[in-house]
């Protein structure tokens, strides 16, 4: 999952250790120049989204 994936209100959780992460703010990126082109990442795994 990239950044652009990611819309306002959307919240990311690492099945781990149970940490949630919201999104607050969309970034405008586009799919071919995502910021995050290997996802977010806890406890050395992807984070899922909620
Ligand atoms: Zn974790
Ligand atoms: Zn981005």
């Not at 959307?10 to 405008?28: F, I, P, Y």
């Not at 990442?41 to 899922?48: L, T």
Request: proline share 0%; aromatic share 2%; charged share 30%.
């Amino acid at each position: 999952m990239s950044c652009h994936d990611l819309k306002e209100g959307d919240t990311l959780v690492c099945e781990d250790c149970g940490l949630e992460l919201k999104v607050s703010k969309a970034c405008n990126c586009s799919e071919e120049s995502a910021c995050t082109e290997g996802g977010f990442d806890c406890c050395g795994m992807a984070m899922k989204k909620k």
